[in-house]
């Protein structure tokens, strides 16, 4: 097998392709032959040591990825060899073999391909975790989305519509607002160009949005949440920005506001079978054709440092792939 290996947290372009032996399953493991992976902003900051969990060095890192067990170990009984599964696993996911346990692997239809899958888990997950569960969406209510056409935004516009939301896209160029458009948005805010809490005025004629999905931090973060709506809630979701958001919480008092963590990944451990739950909801809405992932990238795992690259430039529409052939 081959894979990016991290041998110090010194980010992307300290990160080496090796070569090694394909290790073998053990208890309640199963080894899946990688065929697709995506980048995910946690991707990064672990390996330039600023994610909030450090894997023990050496590790390979992408925690999200889909492909074919290819082998099982003792104890696994919902997974066999040729199964088609996705994971979202912390790491090891940009290599072309990885070992996992089976728990937290997800079978796929035949009909899901391995592109979409490899970038779905994470941002779906989350995002169905934090509008469905943790702000109890409602059809009819109005949600904001900042950073609407990035990997999460993306999903957030589609659940939204799905769960029958009108959703506002917050993006930062016409051509981003363009795709959120494209996906369901109901209306647009160019937030380079257009006074954020001046068209939520608007659009909202003067109420502000019941449900706020924040994956960007700074300064958006407050100026979002000066214009929510009586009993709203805001999502913090993460800080793509680099910079976390301090509120003043008399905000919150004043409009009866809640602010509200999201972590998917803790969800899940601590949850498992309503995190199922919510996987099973997300793959029904998958085979309907109500959500799809937006893959604006694919390039081969080999291609890992330009990947980030892309990342970096904060210009990527919906999700960076790396595939392997």
């Known amino acids: 097998m081959q894979a ?6 010194e980010g992307p372009d300290a990160l080496t392709w090796e070569t090694s032996a394909s290790p073998e399953p053990g208890k309640g493991q199963v080894r899946v032959a990688i065929k697709a992976a995506s980048l995910n902003f946690p991707d990064l900051l672990i390996v330039q040591g ?7 060095l050496p590790f390979v890192p992408g925690a999200e990825f889909a492909g074919v067990v290819e082998a099982v170990g003792e104890g696994v009984k919902h997974l066999s060899v040729g199964s088609h599964v996705a994971g979202f696993a912390g790491t090891g996911g940009f ?3 990885t070992l996992s346990p089976a728990a937290l692997l997800m079978p796929l239809p035949p009909a899901f391909s391995f592109e979409d899958a490899s970038a779905f888990l994470c941002t779906y997950g989350t995002t169905y975790h934090a509008l469905m569960d943790r702000a109890a969406l409602k059809a009819g209510e109005t949600v904001l989305v900042l950073g609407a056409s990035g990997g999460v935004g993306t999903a957030a516009i589609q659940i939204a519509k799905a769960a029958g939301a009108r959703v506002i896209a917050a993006a930062s160029s016409d051509e981003k607002c363009a795709l959120c458009q494209e996906l369901g948005a109901d209306a647009t805010i160019n937030y ?7 068209e939520l005025k608007t659009l909202t004629e003067g109420k502000g949005p019941d449900v706020i999905y924040d994956p960007v931090g700074g300064d958006m973060t407050e100026a979002a949440f000066r214009s929510i709506a009586w009993r ?8 793509a920005n680099g910079q976390i958001p301090a509120i003043p919480l008399n905000l919150a008092l004043l409009k009866g506001a809640s602010i509200l963590g999201v972590f998917w990944g803790e969800f899940a451990k601590r949850e498992p079978q309503n995190n199922a739950a919510c996987l099973m909801q997300l793959a029904a809405w ?3 054709g109500k959500i799809k992932p937006v893959i604006e990238h694919k390039l081969p795992m080999s291609q890992l440092k330009e990947a980030f690259a892309l990342m970096g430039t904060r210009q990527v529409r919906g999700k960076v792939v790396l595939v392997n052939d």
């Open 4 to 9: 990016w290996i991290c041998n110090a947290f």
């Open 50 to 56: 600023k994610y909030q969990v450090k894997p023990p």
């Open 95 to 97: 290599g072309t073999h």
């Open 192 to 198: 380079s160009t257009q006074n954020l809490r001046d």
């Open 232 to 239: 709203g809630r805001l999502l913090v979701v993460g800080f």
């Open 286 to 288: 998958y085979m309907e």
